[in-house]
C-alpha cells in the first residue's frame, strides 16, 4: 500500500481537483487527505454520504489533536467521513492559521498514512493533497514518507520552470544530495501536467526532455486533462456521466500508468480493476 502525494509550486493548476479524480477511479481502497496547509476545499465542495454537509471539525485538525498524544495508522479512521459517492475523506484545515496546531506533526501523519495499509481496520493507500510547497513549507515532513509524490503543473512557460526547480529542490530535499537525471530516488517525484487533450502527448514529451535536460531526478509521469465540465461534475456542481468526461477518462489512464511503471517498487498485492 503507499502514500501517494500531490502538491504545487505556484499558482492554482488543479491540485485537488486532481487528488479527487485520481482517488475516485483508483482500484484499491483509498482515502483522499487534504494534507493543505492553507486549508482545505472539500467541505464546501463536496456533499457527505447522509446527503448534509461535511463536518468541518472531524478531519486532520482532529487527526492532529489525537497525534499529541501519539498515533498509530488505524487511528486515522477515526476522523474520516464517507462523501456521496463512497469515497473516504480527511476533512482538511478551515483555515491557514490552524495549521500551527499541527507544528511538528506533519512527519507523524506522514508515516500513519503510510502506515494505513497495514491498519487491521482496513488497508488502504492515501492520496494526499498537499496544496502549494515552497521553501518554508512544513510538508515536506510529510512527503518524506510518500511513495511517489506528484508535482501538478498547468503548461504556461513560467508554471513548467518553476515545476522544474521546485522538483530539483524538493528532490535535494528528500533524496539526501543525489543529484542527477538517471537517479530517481525515493520518495518518486513525477510530473502531473494539466493540458488540453489535443496536445497533451506532445507537451508532456517536451517537458519529460526538459527534466531530463536539467537532471532534477524527476520525469513526467501523465497529463489530467484540462476539463471545466468535468471538474464542476467532479464537484458535484453540475449532472451528467462523470465517467465519461475527459477528466476522468485522463485520471484513469494516469493511475493505470502509475501502477504499470511503479507498482512492483512501492505497491504489494494484485490490482484489481487494472484492466477496465
Not at 9 to 29: C, F, H, M
Not at 124 to 144: F, K, W, Y
Amino acid at each position: 500500500m503507499a502514500l501517494i502525494a500531490l502538491a504545487a509550486d505556484k499558482g492554482s493548476p488543479g491540485v485537488t481537483t486532481a487528488a479527487v479524480a485520481l482517488a475516485a477511479v483508483w482500484p484499491r481502497r483509498v482515502l483522499l487527505a487534504e494534507a493543505d496547509p492553507a486549508g482545505g476545499d472539500l467541505v464546501y465542495r463536496s456533499v457527505a454520504a447522509h446527503g448534509g454537509p461535511l463536518d468541518p471539525n472531524l478531519g486532520l485538525l482532529s487527526l492532529a489533536a489525537t497525534a499529541r498524544r501519539g498515533l498509530v495508522a488505524e487511528q486515522v479512521w477515526d476522523h474520516v467521513q464517507p462523501m456521496s459517492g463512497g469515497l473516504d475523506v480527511l476533512v482538511g484545515l478551515a483555515v491557514s492559521e490552524q495549521a500551527a496546531g499541527l507544528s511538528g506533526l506533519w512527519g507523524t501523519l506522514g508515516r500513519a498514512f503510510a502506515g494505513l495499509g497495514e491498519s487491521p481496520r482496513g488497508a488502504a493507500d492515501v492520496i494526499a493533497d498537499c496544496g502549494r510547497i515552497g521553501a518554508d513549507s512544513p510538508t515536506p515532513e510529510l512527503l518524506a514518507d510518500a511513495s511517489v509524490v506528484l508535482l501538478v503543473s498547468s503548461t504556461e512557460p513560467e508554471q513548467i520552470a518553476r515545476v522544474r526547480d521546485r522538483a530539483a529542490a524538493l528532490s535535494a530535499k528528500l533524496h539526501g544530495g543525489h543529484h542527477g537525471g538517471a537517479h530517481l530516488g525515493m520518495p518518486l517525484i513525477g510530473v502531473l501536467l494539466v493540458a488540453e487533450p489535443s496536445w497533451a502527448a506532445r507537451i508532456a514529451g517536451q517537458v519529460n526532455s526538459m527534466l531530463f535536460q536539467a537532471q532534477v531526478g524527476a520525469q513526467v509521469v501523465g497529463t489530467i486533462a484540462r476539463d471545466p465540465a468535468g471538474a464542476a461534475q467532479l464537484a458535484g456542481r453540475k449532472g451528467g456521466r462523470l465517467d465519461k468526461t475527459l477528466l476522468i477518462r485522463s485520471a484513469r489512464k494516469v493511475v493505470q500508468d502509475l501502477y504499470r511503471q511503479y507498482g512492483a517498487a512501492w505497491l504489494r498485492g494484485p490490482v484489481p480493476g487494472a484492466g477496465r
